[in-house]
């Protein structure tokens, strides 16, 4: 025969049940797309195998640059953007304390003091007693919410969501601070090397400023010619100061990523940089859903707006407080006397009936923040699967656009050269010496930048595949809480996001 569980059993049961809660927020799934299984670009890119996913090091050592290595690792460790981004991380695991501290009852001591006098007509005074006398007394509280509707557990998964959310913005950070230093590295150098085209081309254009004048001073040709010549001399090196200007504008950005003083700060001169154009491991396209810290991001923050809903459902059930008071108080010091004992003990609970449509309203509001995220999240993946494909598509297209460039330099060149020989012959007028030189050094101008373009396009096309960052790298959510409330130690000071 079944034993009928008693009275004290069954509101055992319904204490238990009431504080495990009832979470109101709705159960979250991580957004999910149909993705292709390839890309439609098409370039110099191997694909990648799963055990290329694991990062074997800083993306920009592909490009085997000890200079460029060293400046990426000092933006990783003095760049002051970096690091006040890292500080909103430690500022949002901060917030998941804050949030957490509400599971908890909170408690508190006093004591107090203080010597009392009434006036001699106070009314109803007619016990003889006196009219002057101490109060001395000390005790405790303690006050505690039971979180029956999840309210504040979902402030902490909201927080903690945040949280991740927050590590992955700073890894997208670092990763657009490293992208543009590498960018900049590889203009500056790209300047350097147009700047030694430019004094090549400044020289020969001497040359023929020389020739020309001989010429005219041997009535062989006129003055046009010489001013032409001196024209083109001119010219150039008016475009060789620019290019110098531009290359110290970006040293000082360099410096600045790099966290040095741009007035002390220099890069060496490098001219014909041979800065390897590295294969970079694409993958299929599900992989950049993990390998994009923005991507993240926008996910994390879908699932703390998820969290949200949990907590505006909440305030439609009632707020239940529980308060205790206890301490000794007396006219003198015998404080400790169980006779001068007191406590208090007691329950509150508030559910509000009208309130104009707020409640409502905040439901509704984080419905649509819910619904926001996600389309923000759909926005994002978006733009990442653009942004591959078109440096994909620009990977292939630069590869072949240089070497058309490089034959059209070498036919200029070789126009310029035969032009300037007729000319010296006096076989052919200065015009067209003066049309082959600005062919020959416009292409000779645009095969660099062709390849300091093929160098960019390799640092955008790593940074869109998400610099070897990946989801793993994450903080769990039990790892952005910042300190455990029970522990007597010392909170650390100086918590940033894990390496």
């Known amino acids: 025969m079944r034993r009928i569980p008693n009275a004290l059993n069954l509101s055992c049961l319904a204490v238990a049940m009431l504080l495990s809660g009832c979470d109101l ?24 195998n799963p055990q290329d996913q694991v990062p074997r090091g800083p993306w920009w050592q592909m490009f085997d640059d000890p200079e460029l290595d060293r400046l990426e690792r000092q933006l990783d460790a003095a760049n002051p953007d970096l690091q006040a ?25 006093q004591a107090f003091t203080s010597e009392n006098k009434e006036s001699v007509h106070t009314l109803f005074h007619g016990s003889g007693g006196p009219y002057q006398e101490q109060s001395n007394g000390y005790g405790g509280a303690a006050t505690w919410e039971p979180d029956f509707w999840d309210e504040i557990r979902n402030s902490v998964k909201r927080a903690k969501a945040n949280a991740q959310g ?6 997208s950070a670092r990763l657009s601070l490293e992208m543009d230093l590498a960018n900049d590295y590889m203009a500056a150098h790209g300047l350097d090397t147009e700047h030694a085209a430019y004094v090549q081309a400044i020289a020969l254009y001497d040359k023929a400023v020389t020739i020309t004048k001989m010429r005219f001073a041997g009535k062989i040709s006129s003055g046009l010619d010489v001013a032409r010549a001196e024209n083109q001399l001119s010219s ?12 110290a504008v970006l040293e000082h950005a360099i410096a ?55 907590v505006s459902r909440a305030a439609f059930y009632p707020n239940i407080r529980l308060n205790a008071m206890a301490g000794f108080e007396d006219t003198g010091l015998a404080l400790a006397s169980l006779p ?23 439901l509704q509001q984080s419905w649509s923040q819910f619904s926001q995220a996600g389309d923000n999240y759909r926005s994002t993946v978006l733009a990442a699967f653009k942004q591959v494909e078109d440096d994909l598509v620009l990977t292939s297209k630069l590869g ?56 960019q396009t390799a640092v ?16 769990t959510p039990g790892q952005t809480v910042p300190f455990n409330p029970l522990s007597m130690r010392t909170a650390p000071t100086d918590v940033h996001e894990p390496q």
């Open 25 to 48: 927020a709705p159960v979250y799934h991580p957004p999910s797309m149909i993705l292709p299984s390839d890309y439609r670009g098409s370039g110099p890119f191997v694909r990648a």
């Open 85 to 109: 981004a890292e500080e909103t991380y430690t500022q949002a695991r901060d917030v998941v304390g804050e949030a957490q501290s509400g599971l908890y009852p909170q408690i508190g001591v």
């Open 166 to 171: 927050t590590s992955a913005e700073v890894a």
């Open 236 to 247: 150039a090196q008016a475009m060789d100061t620019e290019v110098q200007a531009q290359r």
């Open 256 to 310: 600045v990523l790099a966290g040095e003083n741009p007035t002390t700060f220099r890069l060496p001169v490098r001219v014909d940089a041979q800065i390897a154009l590295p294969e970079i491991p694409v993958g299929v396209p599900s992989d950049l859903l993990q390998r994009r810290p923005d991507i993240a991001e926008a996910e994390r923050t879908m699932a703390a707006a998820n969290a949200a809903i949990g």
């Open 340 to 362: 001068n004992t007191l406590w208090a003990l007691g329950a509150s609970a508030m559910l509000p009936l009208f309130e104009g449509g707020l409640r409502k309203a905040e």
């Open 400 to 455: 072949t656009e240089a070497e058309q460039q490089q034959a059209a330099l070498q036919s200029a060149l070789k126009v310029q050269n035969i032009s300037m020989s007729l000319y010296t012959d006096g076989l052919d007028n200065y015009l067209n010496v003066t049309v082959a030189q600005i062919a020959a050094l416009t292409a000779q101008i645009a095969e660099v930048q062709v390849q300091t373009r093929r160098l």
């Open 460 to 475: 955008a096309l790593t940074g869109a595949l998400g610099g070897g960052w990946s989801t793993a790298q994450l903080p």
